[in-house]
Structures are given as structure tokens and as C-alpha cells.
């Protein structure tokens, strides 16, 4: 799985391509771009806490992810959240997707995206992120899966936003002069730990 950091920042960055830096109501819309991020992983707490063996984590199905977006986006209106009411539902649906795309692509385990359509579960033969580790502070292989982890995804997550907020094409390959060297070569940190 990807570490809840990954995941904080995915939310962040579909939060940024879909509002103004600057304007403070639209604020009051992060806390719920980042819950959709890390919704899927609540099932944890039945495990911790309970010491449940889910044989199917539905949390990380699109079906999930959809529900949560209808969920959130229903709740802004009843609530009357303008600042969430206020944002397009494929924003949301991003923000949610983003989760099991983003443990889909450490490649540790299978799936059940498709279900309750197919019960297979969907896989990569190989990561392109890192694990996020146990969760321990003095766990190295935590610390530097964070670090390849953010130099993958921090890249990627800058280019959505600057794509939505319109930056100009020559902008964004200047920029990648510098960043794609650095980028290239955390994937390939990443990749050749999979071996």
C-alpha cells in the first residue's frame, strides 16, 4: 500500500487543480478531499482493533470510491458546505479513485477494483512505488520508501496541477529540464527494489 502520505497529497493536489490558491471559502473543501484519500484505509481499524481478516477489502473497489464521492457530495448540500457543494463531483470521484490507484501501483497485492462486477483481483507484475513499511519511527526501510515515494509522486502531483491551472507548455518544460532527471531516477530506486 502506499503510505497515507502519498495519499494526504494526492488529495492535496486534486484539491489545488480544482481551486484558486487564494481564495479562503474554497478552503474549508480540503479537509474533505483529503478524508476521500484516506477513507479506504479505515477498514485498518477493524483489523487493529478487532483483528478482523477481511478476505475482500471493499474499501478499495470503484465501486467504493463512487460511493464515497456520491456520499461526500450529497452530504455538502444537505449540510449546506458550499465550499464542497461548490466543487465538481468528477473532482471528488478523482480525489477517491486516486486511493486504489495508488496501491494498485506499488504492486504489493491484488485488487478487488472491478468488484462487485468481478471478483478478481487486479495486480501489477511489478511496483513503480515503493511500500509504505511497518509503522515505526525508527523503521528505515519507512523513512526511505517515503523519500522515493515523495520523489515520485510530488513531480507527477505538481504537473496535474499546473496542467489544470493552465500553465503555460513552455513553463512546464523548462521545469522539466530540471525535475525529470531527478524523477527518473527515484522510479528506477523504486523499481529496482522490486527485485
Known amino acids: 500500500m ?18 484558486r490558491a487564494g481564495d479562503q471559502r474554497a478552503l474549508w473543501a480540503l479537509p474533505a478531499f483529503v478524508f476521500l484519500v484516506v477513507c479506504p484505509d479505515l477498514d485498518y481499524l477493524a483489523i487493529w ?3 478482523a481478516q477481511p478476505t475482500l477489502r471493499l474499501t478499495h473497489t470503484l465501486a467504493f470510491a463512487l460511493a464515497a464521492s456520491l ?19 468528477p473532482a471528488l470521484l478523482l480525489a477517491s479513485v486516486s486511493h486504489p490507484l495508488l496501491d494498485l501501483l506499488v504492486g504489493a497485492h491484488g ?11 487486479v495486480a501489477l507484475p511489478f511496483g513503480l512505488l515503493p511500500s509504505a513499511g511497518r509503522l515505526a ?9 517515503l523519500l522515493i515515494e515523495l520523489g515520485i509522486l510530488v513531480p507527477l502531483l505538481g504537473l496535474l496541477v499546473a496542467v489544470a491551472r493552465g500553465t503555460a507548455p ?9 525535475v525529470l532527471p531527478l524523477w527518473l531516477a527515484m522510479l528506477a530506486w523504486s523499481v529496482s527494489l522490486q527485485r
Not at 137 to 145: A, D, M, V
Open 2 to 19: 502506499s503510505s497515507i502520505v502519498g495519499h494526504g497529497l494526492a488529495g492535496v493536489a486534486v484539491y489545488l487543480a480544482c481551486n
Open 111 to 121: 485488487l478487488p477494483l472491478l468488484w462487485p462486477f468481478a471478483d478478481r483481483q
Open 49 to 51: 482493533w478487532w483483528h
Open 170 to 178: 513552455r513553463v512546464l518544460v523548462r521545469n522539466a529540464v530540471f
Open 137 to 145: 519511527l525508527g523503521n528505515y526501510y519507512l523513512w526511505r520508501n
Open 71 to 89: 456520499l461526500m457530495w450529497f452530504l455538502s448540500f444537505e449540510l449546506r458546505i458550499e465550499a464542497v457543494a461548490s466543487v465538481p463531483f
